[in-house]
Structure formats: structure tokens, C-alpha cells
């Protein structure tokens, strides 16, 4: 049994850390909030680059590092915890992995190499209203190679230089590669409830689209890529649940009510102690879909629904409790609870809402039983 | 990150395999299938205990010399998994040898550590713990169960409640008061004592469930020597920490039915708008369950990662019984429902699934106050693993018999 990360893992993980404590502090995270026109901390993303996170999968062919996702998963739990301002989610658990799974060799060569040098941000285009995308309900279409349509919201949106935007070709849902600096393209920057992380309006009017993965099987596709992604967001969420037990423990021992620490107060340590339990639940589930995708097992969309369920609570519990436990101070702008309140609503809606995973997790385990 | 056992781990389990495959099996052709809580029921345990004895698979982390396997923790796990997989999991020895004995082996001289601990090891003898009173549950300490030192004897007279197996025990640790002067936690003192003794009255509890798997045991004049001492006069309660610290591990996991038995009922069943495992409402459930159950296995496998490395494993094992016990009786609960008029029925020839949701229903209120209440396990937590302050002892500088009792 080896079902934890290794020496060597936890060795990485560790510098992120303290990498991400010297450049990815509050103030860097608040420039991003306190400043709209700034829709990423760009000095942290050189900086992501030069550590070579940005292609830690990609294999060495594409000039990436060619690590294991199990590595990635460590770097994304430290991005989680640090609230890191920068897409890459986006750029590295979509576009590369989607293209790493689903390109052709020249979409692998002309995307991987950017991504991986830093110079190429990307994005995923799904989501054309409020409510979940069907194939009845997408809009967006394809035509003689040409996309025209509106995706709304589309997160770092405003920034990607490529999309993977779904649309109908042909009646039916394909997944497309996207050149978002080609005539066409227009942006527009849409407030959202974490500024942190920016998101666009996107109309496409006859934009050049390259198809990714196999035509007719767009929402298959989408819903693969979403898999592997949920799995590193689940580590991101993680992450910033244990902040937030930590930001509340360390509070509640400092403050003093009714002559002595809140800590000591049992309304306050149950509630220390349901965030915990919550947490430990989020991540052995976290820990199994980081087995799954890194050995690209069959079990990947149970373990990975599973991995967004538990860590999507966990996060949301812990961030709207944390605030809680801070009292008054909580709900001010100036204490940092708010940014992962923040944050947990953005990585629980991203890639489609827990309750839409729910259903996932048991139509799988009905497939599985039927079997 | 995998599931994968080291090679050497590997190698034992082939061992341990091969070794049930064969006794395991010599064992059923020998005993059958029996009924639990029967006494043949427990002649066949016993006999199994003494078989795994003999093989140095009991007690696999102590010691050869005193009749254990001399192994590691983690090779404690693996046979403990393929017995389980051979359907050879009696619970009888658990609290005896994981909390019991081991108490004794720590504070008794080698005498009494020679005259128990193996017969303990080949099942001969089997242990309780007398620490739960009426007036002392999560607050253990506040034990009323008096022993007055009389010459080299002590006379016991006093309660306790919640003990498991007390009328099949031959011997107990019994936590006692020997000086009520002094705060609740200075004034105790421990002690083995031998259940069959006349002064010794067990009395089955009937629970809330129907059951009767705990009792009273009542001490009248209890006489037992100064030698069955464990542990200094006033020092018992330290004894008691030495017992308790392991009993989440030896009480952790539930049985009862799961996520997969309420999805089978839920594909047979009529929900008010079709099929029942159709309704959204019992799917998203369905969902919490599994995660909740998954993240449970997943965290045992974490616990036994560090096993295997050699390392002491984390504090993560603490959230298993919370959860456990809380799904056991939502689940329950949520599969009644579902039965809707029917599931008011608990005869196991008409309730689905043989009444096992309504009987898991019964039993989950035990399970949430055995062995740490959700309360209880929530301050350990809190303090043990968070690091929070404990609470505020209003008794703490108080002798026991000036502490308000309410009554």
C-alpha cells in the first residue's frame, strides 16, 4: 500500500509552498481583486513559467518537464491554499490536457510547446446561458469550418490566446480549437462574484475552428477533459479548505470572548472539528482520483466525480464557517476570508456544479452495478 | 500513489492466504454456520482463536515470546483484511485484547502477566472493561464504584453499566474510587478482577434496538487482593488512558447496510414520481454516502500507507466513527422512507432487504454514543489533533464528594 504522496512529492510540494508564500502572498492576490482592469497577477505567471509548472505534464518531446499527474495534483493543492490570480486551470488542466488527450500531433505541437514556455493562455468555451449545456440546448455551430455563436461565461476568457469551445457541426455537439487572436473574436470582461479569477463574454462571428477529438462526440470529449480536470481542482479546493481551517484556528486562539480564547468554547471547537472531518474525507477522495488519472484508470469518472463532490463541500464548508469563526472581522474586505469564499464558489461552479457531478457519480455506479 | 502491496507485504499476505485457505476451511467443516451469541457460537471463536494461536496469527504485533506473532502493524492489517475476506471476523477477543491485556501487561508484575496473557492470546479466557457507571459516561472519571482498603484486601461495592460481554468475561479491569477527598481524576485506582465471582452480578441491558449485547454488572462486596492492583493507589486513571487510547481503533468500523444495499432497494422500490433510484433528491444522497463511504476506505488506506512505511500514522483515523455512525442512521432512516407505509414493518420474513435498514435504524443511536460520543470524538479532535484548549473543568480543584452530582 502506497497511497500517499511520496518523499519526493511531498519534497515539491513543499517548495511550491514556499514559493507561492514569497510570490503569491495576500497583496499579490488583492491586486488582482482591488483591480478590474488586472485579470491576472502577470508577474506570478512569468514566474509559474520559470518554475516550469506550466508544462509539468507535458512530456519533453513538447519541451515540458514529462512529470506524473500525481506531481501536479501537489502543485495544484499549494495554487488552492494560495488563491493563486492566474488561469492555470484554464492553460494547464484543460487546454493541455485536453489537447495531451484528444489533439492531433499538429495541435499537440503547435499548442504543448507554447503552453509549456509560458507565451499561450487557454481557455474553455461551454457555457452559453444559466443551467446546464445539452445538446438540444447549444447554440454555437460550425460551419465549412467556420464558428459563429456566444459562450458566456467563459473563464479567462478576456486573456486566453486559444479556446476549446464547444459547438454543433452538423447537428451534433464536437469540441473545437479555437485561435482567439483571429479575425471574429470579440471579448467583452464580465464582472464576477471572485474577481481573483477573470471571465468574458465570447462572440465568435465565422472564426477559423480546428475540430479536437472525434466529430458527433463534442459533449463525450467535454465531459473527459472535465474528468481529468476535477480531479486537480478537487486538489486546488483542498487546499484552500485547509486555509481555511487553519485561518480559523489560528483566529479563534487568539481571540478572547467572555474572559478567554474562543478557541475553548465547544460551539467553535465542533465546528474546527466537522471542518476537519470534512477535509479528510475530501482528500482520500482527492488521493483516489489522483491514483485514477495518473494511471488513466477506467475507474477515473467515479473517482473524479467523487474527488469534486467531496472537495467542493469541504471547501464551501470550511470557507463560509471560517468567516464565521472570525465574526465580524469575517465579513469585512480587508480580512482574507472572503477571497476564498470567493474562490470556493469559482472552483465549484468552473466545471460544472456539484449537483451536476452528483448525478454523474450515480449514473456511473449504475452503469458499474449493471455491468 | 497505488494500491499495490510491497513485496514483502505481499509475500506474507500469500502466506496468511494460504494459511486460511487451508484453516479456514478445516474450521467451517468442523463448526458450520452458527448464530452469533450462542455458546457454540463462542466455542468455535475460541477454537479459532487458539488455531491462529498456535500459527502466530493472534496478537501478530506482540511479542513470540508471550504467545504473539512477533509481527509488524502492517502485517496485522493485511491478515486481518484476508480474514475478513474468509468470513472469519469474531468479535469476541477485541476489547480484551486491545484494551484489556495490554493494561495489564503495562502495570502488572510478571507473575500476573505470565498467568494471563497467554491464555488470553489462545482465547481461553476472555476480558472486559468495567469503566461506564450511570453517573459516568463521557465524564468517566466522575466512577462512583467504591473499593475501601480492608488489610491486604480491598472491598468493592458499587455500578457499572454498558459492559460489553460481561456474562461470557472470565476476568475485567475495573475502575474503581479509593479516595474520595481528593479531585475526580486523583482518586481512582484500577484493578483485574475475576467476573465469575460470586459478588459479581451481571445483568443484561435491554437496549432501545430489543438487544441485549451490554450489561449492569453490580459489585456487593466485592473482596479482591491488594496483588490484582494495577497500577499505583490513585494513579488509575492514568491506567485508564493506557486502556481508552485504544478504543476508537478497537470500536472504528460499523457494519449494518451501506450505499450499495440502499441502491439495490431503490431500484426495486416506487417513488412518487417513478422509479425510486430516479428520484434526484435520493440520487444526490446516494452520492454524499458514497463519497462519505469511499473517503472512509481511502483514509484506512492512507492509515495503512504509513504503516507500511514504518511511520505512525495520523490523526485522520479520528473521523471514522463520526461519520459512520451519522450515515448508518440517515441512511436508515432515508431507506424506511423510501419503503414509505412498509417501512413501518420489522419482521425480517416481510421488511425488504430482511429488515436490516429498520434494525440499522435501531441500533445507529448506540453506535453514535459507543465508544465516544459524536461529542466527545469532536473535542478529541478539537484538542488532539487541532490543538484547541480543553474545556473549562469546574471540578477540576474540587474533592469528588463536594462535586454537585444533581441528585
Excluded at chain 2, 451490554?214 to 488512558?241: C, I
Excluded at chain 2, 440502499?262 to 433528491?281: F, V, Y
Aim: charged share 25%; proline share 4%; hydrophobic share 40%.
Amino acid at each position: 500500500m502506497d497511497f500517499d504522496f511520496s518523499d519526493d512529492q511531498k519534497f515539491l510540494k513543499d517548495e511550491a509552498r514556499k514559493f507561492l508564500d514569497g510570490r503569491c502572498g495576500p497583496a499579490v492576490v488583492r491586486g488582482v481583486l482591488d483591480h478590474a482592469d488586472r485579470a491576472f497577477d502577470k508577474d506570478l505567471w512569468a514566474a509559474v513559467a520559470e518554475q516550469g509548472w506550466l508544462g509539468a505534464c507535458i512530456p519533453e518531446a513538447y519541451n515540458g518537464l514529462g512529470l506524473g499527474r500525481v506531481e501536479l495534483c501537489a502543485i495544484a493543492e499549494e495554487l488552492g491554499r494560495a488563491v493563486a490570480p492566474i488561469p492555470f486551470a484554464s492553460t494547464v488542466y484543460v487546454l493541455a490536457e485536453g489537447i495531451m488527450a484528444f489533439g492531433s500531433e499538429a495541435q499537440k505541437s503547435a499548442v504543448l510547446p507554447r503552453i509549456a514556455a509560458g507565451e499561450l493562455i487557454g481557455c474553455l468555451a461551454t457555457s452559453e446561458g444559466p443551467g446546464v449545456i445539452t445538446a438540444s440546448s447549444l447554440t454555437t455551430r460550425v460551419e465549412n469550418g467556420k464558428l459563429t455563436g456566444v459562450k458566456i461565461p467563459v473563464t479567462d476568457g478576456d486573456v486566453a490566446d486559444m479556446a476549446l469551445v464547444l459547438a454543433s457541426e452538423g447537428g451534433k455537439p464536437a469540441l473545437f480549437l479555437v485561435d482567439l487572436k483571429a479575425d471574429g473574436v470579440s471579448r467583452e470582461t464580465l464582472k464576477s462574484l471572485d474577481p481573483t479569477r477573470s471571465v468574458a463574454k465570447l462572440t465568435f462571428d465565422g472564426v477559423a475552428a480546428e475540430r479536437v477529438g472525434e466529430a458527433g462526440q463534442g459533449l463525450e470529449t467535454v465531459q473527459a477533459i472535465l474528468d481529468r480536470a476535477a480531479v486537480l481542482l478537487a486538489f486546488e479546493q483542498l487546499g484552500g479548505a485547509d486555509k481555511c481551517l487553519e485561518m480559523a484556528k489560528d483566529y479563534a486562539l487568539g481571540r478572547y470572548a467572555f474572559g478567554r480564547v474562543i478557541a475553548g468554547y465547544q460551539a467553535i471547537k465542533h465546528k474546527l472539528a466537522d471542518m476537519y472531518v470534512k477535509n479528510e474525507v475530501a482528500r482520500s477522495n482527492a488521493y483516489y482520483g489522483a491514483w485514477a488519472l495518473n494511471v488513466d484508470a477506467p475507474e477515473l469518472p467515479i473517482a473524479a466525480s467523487a474527488a469534486r463532490i467531496a472537495a467542493s463541500d469541504a471547501f464551501w464548508f470550511a470557507s463560509k464557517e471560517s468567516i464565521q469563526v472570525h465574526g465580524g472581522m469575517g465579513f469585512t474586505w480587508d480580512v482574507d476570508c472572503h477571497l476564498y469564499y470567493r474562490r470556493s464558489r469559482q472552483l465549484s461552479l468552473v466545471a460544472g456544479a456539484p449537483r451536476v457531478w452528483k448525478e454523474r457519480l450515480v449514473s456511473q455506479l449504475e452503469q458499474k452495478n449493471a455491468a | 500513489m497505488d494500491f499495490n502491496d510491497s513485496p514483502e507485504e505481499a509475500a506474507y499476505r500469500e502466506k496468511a492466504r494460504a494459511w486460511l485457505a487451508e484453516n479456514a476451511a478445516a474450521h467451517r467443516a468442523q463448526f458450520g454456520e452458527l448464530k452469533p451469541n450462542t455458546p457454540e457460537h463462542m466455542a468455535a471463536a475460541k477454537a479459532w482463536q487458539a488455531t491462529k494461536a498456535a500459527a502466530g496469527y493472534a496478537c501478530i504485533t506482540w511479542p513470540a515470546a508471550i504467545g504473539g506473532g512477533g509481527g509488524t502493524p502492517i502485517q496485522s492489517v493485511i491478515f486481518g483484511q484476508e480474514e475478513g475476506k474468509a468470513g472469519l471476523g469474531y468479535g469476541y477477543f477485541t476489547i480484551g485484547l486491545g484494551m484489556c491485556v495490554p493494561t495489564v501487561m503495562a502495570f502488572s508484575n510478571t507473575e500476573t502477566k505470565q498467568r494471563f496473557v497467554s491464555p488470553a492470546v489462545k482465547g481461553e479466557e476472555i476480558w472486559c472493561q468495567l469503566f461506564s457507571e450511570p453517573a459516568g459516561g463521557s465524564d468517566v472519571a466522575a466512577l462512583r464504584t467504591r473499593a475501601v482498603k480492608d488489610g491486604d484486601e480491598w472491598v468493592i461495592n458499587g455500578q457499572k453499566v454498558w459492559t460489553t460481554g460481561a456474562h461470557y468475561c472470565d476476568y475485567g479491569i475495573l475502575l474503581t474510587r479509593t479516595d474520595p477527598d481528593v479531585p475526580k481524576h486523583k482518586g481512582l485506582t484500577m484493578f483485574w478482577i475475576d467476573m465469575k465471582d460470586a459478588a459479581v452480578e451481571c445483568r443484561p441491558i435491554h437496549q432501545m434496538s430489543g438487544g441485549r449485547e451490554f450489561n449492569e454488572v453490580y459489585f456487593t462486596d466485592l473482596r479482591v487482593k491488594d496483588s490484582q492492583r494495577l497500577g499505583e493507589v490513585g494513579d488509575g486513571w492514568k491506567v485508564a488512558l493506557v486502556t481508552l487510547m485504544n478504543e476508537r481503533l478497537a470500536v472504528g468500523g460499523s457494519s449494518g447496510p451501506n450505499y450499495r444495499e440502499i441502491m439495490s432497494l431503490a431500484r426495486e422500490l416506487t417513488g412518487s414520481t417513478g422509479p425510486a433510484i430516479k428520484d434526484n433528491a435520493f440520487r444526490e444522497k446516494l452520492a454524499d454516502w458514497y463519497v462519505q463511504s469511499e473517503g472512509l476506505k481511502f483514509t484506512r488506506f492512507r492509515t495503512m500507507t504509513a504503516l507500511s512505511r514504518g511511520q505512525t500514522p495520523g490523526p485522520e483515523s479520528s473521523i471514522g466513527k463520526i461519520i459512520a455512525a451519522n450515515q448508518m442512521q440517515e441512511l436508515a432512516n432515508t431507506a424506511v422512507e423510501m419503503e414509505d407505509q412498509y417501512g413501518i414493518l420489522v419482521d425480517p420474513d416481510q421488511a425488504p432487504a430482511e429488515a436490516a435498514f429498520q434494525q440499522s435504524l435501531m441500533w445507529a443511536p448506540g453506535l453514535r454514543i459507543a465508544g465516544g460520543t459524536d461529542e466527545i470524538l469532536k473535542n478529541i479532535i478539537a484538542e488532539r489533533v487541532l490543538g484547541l484548549p480543553g474545556d473549562v473543568r469546574v471540578d477540576k480543584d474540587v474533592a469528588f464528594k463536594d462535586m454537585p452530582t444533581g441528585r
